[in-house]
């Protein structure tokens, strides 16, 4: 039988809740003190799981104040406070892609994998009955077309696509003419990898965002696919797109890769955007919905 989906969220996130949990039984065995030291060591642990300083001091208070000495006696009673309190602190919010009908603006970083998040996300509203058109508005790389192409064909899906060096507003503009011919009702659109420190490239987003705006009547949302193995940094960008873009969420891929996996308490806390997706792997069935309390659960391993 093939893993279920927490199975491989859980085994995407092994090398985080491993951190996690070495450091919380290390800690907790060496005596059944729960003294200012082992606040202190727990804080260090989250920051080092990449929860960012200031939600790692919030979770390290609330847990402080909230247990009495025998609540917290062993490892696992420990990881399950810490499991109930990382929860409660991750929006949990209908599914943005979930509106219909629907534009969503793929952006971000090269590599953090917009391409491949949309080839995803077509195949698999395309299979639960949803009238998808992607829109190929990459057209720096020859390569990004043909990759996304492929996904198409494997999705069953219509591709809009320009030849390189094309316009990507245009593109969007087409992307849109044939969702309306066509009644789609999710419209996918990939774009450049763009640094955010780089002003002419985010005018450019903007514009394909307001080509999209005026184009049709779907709302237009823009989603940042963000790489959970750049981390703190990646957060840093994060942020740059968000002040650039007014951002309405984050796909969050290469959870796998990672021992750093509490990057998506950061962005709850320092963004507060939806998690719409997370990536744990390169295969279609690799990215999913993002649910708190599984989430937790699986990275720190209760
Ligand atoms: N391990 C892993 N690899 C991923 C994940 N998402 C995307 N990738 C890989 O990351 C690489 C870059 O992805 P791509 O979609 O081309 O990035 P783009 O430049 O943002 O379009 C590809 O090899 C993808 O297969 C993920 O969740 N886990
Ligand atoms: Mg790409």
């Known amino acids: 039988m093939s893993p279920t989906w927490f199975e491989r969220l859980s085994s995407g996130l092994s090398r985080t809740r491993d951190q996690i949990g070495d450091r919380v039984a290390t800690i907790v065995g060496r005596g059944p003190a729960v003294g200012e030291a082992f606040w202190e060591e727990l804080e260090e642990t989250l920051i080092g799981a990449d929860m960012g300083a200031a939600a790692s001091m919030e979770i390290v208070a609330a847990l402080k104040t909230s247990s009495r000495r025998e609540d917290l006696a062993d490892a696992q009673a420990v ?17 943005v892609l979930a509106a219909s009908p629907l534009t969503v603006l793929f952006v971000g970083v090269n590599g ?24 190929s508005a990459d057209t720096y790389r020859a390569a990004a077309i043909e990759q996304l192409r492929e996904w198409a064909v494997r999705a069953n899906v219509p591709i809009v696509e320009r030849e390189r060096g094309a316009d990507p507003a245009a593109v969007v503009f087409d992307t849109l003419a044939r969702a309306r011919e066509t009644g789609a009702d999710l419209v ?6 763009r640094l955010h420190t780089s002003p002419d490239l985010m005018d450019e987003l903007r514009k394909v965002r307001r080509v999209a705006r005026a184009q049709s009547t779907y709302p237009v949302r823009s989603l940042l696919v963000m790489d959970a193995t750049t981390g703190q940094n990646g957060l840093a960008q994060a942020r740059a797109f968000h002040a650039a873009l007014d951002l309405d969420g984050i796909v969050l891929t290469k959870l796998d890769g990672t021992a750093k996996g509490g990057i998506v308490v950061a962005i709850a806390h320092d963004l507060g955007l939806p998690i719409v997706r997370i990536g744990v792997g390169e295969k279609l069935e690799d990215l999913r919905a993002f649910d708190p309390h599984e989430f937790a659960r699986a990275l720190v391993g209760t």
């Open 79 to 95: 990881l399950e406070a810490l499991s109930a309190s990382v929860a409660s602190r991750l929006p949990d919010v209908p599914d």
């Open 112 to 135: 953090a994998g917009k391409t491949t998040s949309v080839g995803k996300i077509a195949a698999s509203a395309a299979a639960s009955g949803r009238s998808v058109v992607v829109g």
């Open 188 to 193: 996918l659109v990939d774009t450049a990898g």
